[in-house]
């Protein structure tokens, strides 16, 4: 039996497809752009940066704001951002087309698979409104950082645990070389350090 429904967006379709035309060119667009967006947010320092009010640029002096949006830091992570949301996909349509092909491990070799795959999904795969949700969550997720309006942050709570009071109760503070410390505990974190650290705060 035909759906008439799109399973992307509930609106009527054709017979033949899963997916409306709307939802099909609106997957498309946003595979398209996703690669853009997460290069454009792993490049550009002042997006890892403490967010500030509508355009204004962080100051460059030392200890002022949170050590970055950690939102950010998990959107870049190969672990938790767009890869390990596409990958699965062009796993699992591989196996479904029996294709011995192993996915690509970049974001833009993903997305240029999964253009491929769409109009397969659209006509032939039963979960593909839920590809469509999926994507779109991603790229809303990153045009809202590269794109969006700059908010002040949350404090970052220290993640110290001091052997002597217990957990550390003051805030991570972003130094001028990149380094995050703690007022209160005199904790430090070299940049490399506070990006894996980013990505546990993360929620």
Request: charged share 25%.
């Amino acid at each position: 039996m035909n759906r008439t429904i799109c399973e992307g967006c509930n609106n009527a379709k054709d017979d033949d497809w899963v997916l409306c035309k709307t939802c099909q060119k609106k997957t498309l667009r946003r595979l398209t752009e996703i690669p853009k967006l997460h290069t454009i947010l792993g490049s550009d320092p002042w997006l890892k940066a403490p967010q500030r009010v509508e355009s204004e640029r962080p100051s460059r002096s030392a200890n002022r704001g949170a050590p970055a949006n950690l939102h950010v830091l998990s959107l870049l992570d190969k672990r938790t951002d767009v890869r390990s949301v596409l990958r699965p996909w062009v796993e699992e349509i591989n196996e479904r087309l029996k294709l011995d092909s192993s996915p690509p491990s970049d974001v833009q070799g993903l997305c240029d698979r999964l253009i491929e795959l769409l109009p397969w999904c659209a006509s032939n795969h039963p979960a593909a409104g839920d590809l469509v949700q999926e994507v779109r969550t991603q790229y809303v997720a990153l045009d809202r950082v590269v794109t969006g309006a700059r908010v002040p942050p949350s404090p970052v709570p220290c993640p110290v645990v001091l052997p002597e009071t217990g957990a550390c109760q003051g805030t991570l503070l972003l130094q001028f070389d990149g380094a995050v410390s703690c007022r209160d505990c005199g904790s430090v974190w070299p940049y490399e350090s506070w990006q894996r650290l980013g990505a546990l705060l993360a929620t």
